[in-house]
């Protein structure tokens, strides 16, 4: 058995791989198992296993990205889907601390990369979001949500669509920002403007959006002045530790979606006391964000690389205790679970979908970095340590209802409205 054969086969156990090597040579892993697809796969060189053995992660997609390792049977999502159910978060078993070297590369690895000044900050969202809203409008809905969707199969059946689950999402959410007309809302990370228009449009109150993207925010300036609610749903490109700065007690309510994925762990603070800042003494904040279950961690190598330079995605705990100092109450905390699986699944049929498309505007192998990113992080959420938290703060312990209740009725009047 080849050192990657012992690799694959220590991993696999449910479900096969099947792998031809250069000298067209094969070796099979696993057992058939019901759940669990059967992929095979074909290396191009001989490099290729000396790549993936470096680093699995990393080494695997720059290979899958340059046509060096290919999926003839199944596809990449289930290739990865595969290698991650073998091995989900849930796997039970007896467990034990970290050794004291995993503990040090955990701390080191990526930690630079995670400061994000603010010059830095800028150009780690251009790098994602400025590749042209042309990509963007190819697989999200049609309001250009990118982020976590709200799934409700139990009302819609099976069949629901990416649109519905983003609309119910802005529903949810808005329903635990308890918004009143006339109120000044403040979104951090506004994308291309599609929360703040939709607050506007069911609630009446007065939005600035935020964002660092340059692409975003002329898309998003458009949208209002083409609703004709320039006036009362505002854009700006700054960063909001210079919104702080300059508008202290300013907003009833901040609403901040996919955004603190890419603050980074040394500024958490920085965030959240601009926030608490930002706040009325009476204010209340929703944060919307990708999280991770158990511990803090660090992000793998493909992602810093090719996909978000500066991410990081934070664990409940540094989440919550970056607040403490800043007197922000976590009045609710909830966990999505499987909800951006559902959304990744349809991101990345949407995709393969507009392949040509996709290649047309970029090239065949910024197709494969997109699908390999968007399989492994739908991977990450079916069987990894991935989830997406909504967490509402508040100000004032008295300003929220005392119960739920106005959570679930008033996302009611929102969805029939």
Known sequence: MSILGRFLNNIVKKGTIEVTYPDNSMEAYGTPAPGYPDVGIRLGDKNVVRQI??????????????????????????????????????????????????????QVAGSLDRINRLGRSKSNVAHHYDIGNDLYDLFLDEDLQYSCAYWDFDKYGPDMTLEQAQQD??????????????QRVLDIGCGWGGMALYLNRKTGVEVLGITLSEEQLKKAQERAEKEGVADKVRFELIDYRDLARREAGAFDRIVSVGMFEHVGTPQFRTFFRSCANLLTSEGVMLLHTIGRMGGPGTTDAFTRKYIFPGGYIPALSETLAASEPYRLIATDIENLRLHYAFTLREWYRRTVDNRDKIVALYDERFYRMWIFYLAGATAAFEGGGMCNYQIQFSRNRRILPLTRNYIREAEQRLREN
Do not use: S, T, W, Y
Request: hydrophobic content about 45%; glycine content about 10%.
């Open 169 to 182: 999402k802005k529903a949810h959410i808005a329903a635990k920002l308890d918004l009143k007309a006339g």
């Open 53 to 106: 053995l470096l680093d699995p992660r990393l080494g695997a997609a720059e290979a899958f990205m340059d046509g060096r390792l290919i999926v003839e049977q199944g596809d990449i999502m289930q290739l990865i889907q595969l290698l991650r159910a073998n091995k989900p978060f849930e796997r039970g078993g007896r467990l034990k601390d970290l050794g004291a070297f995993k503990k040090l590369k955990d």
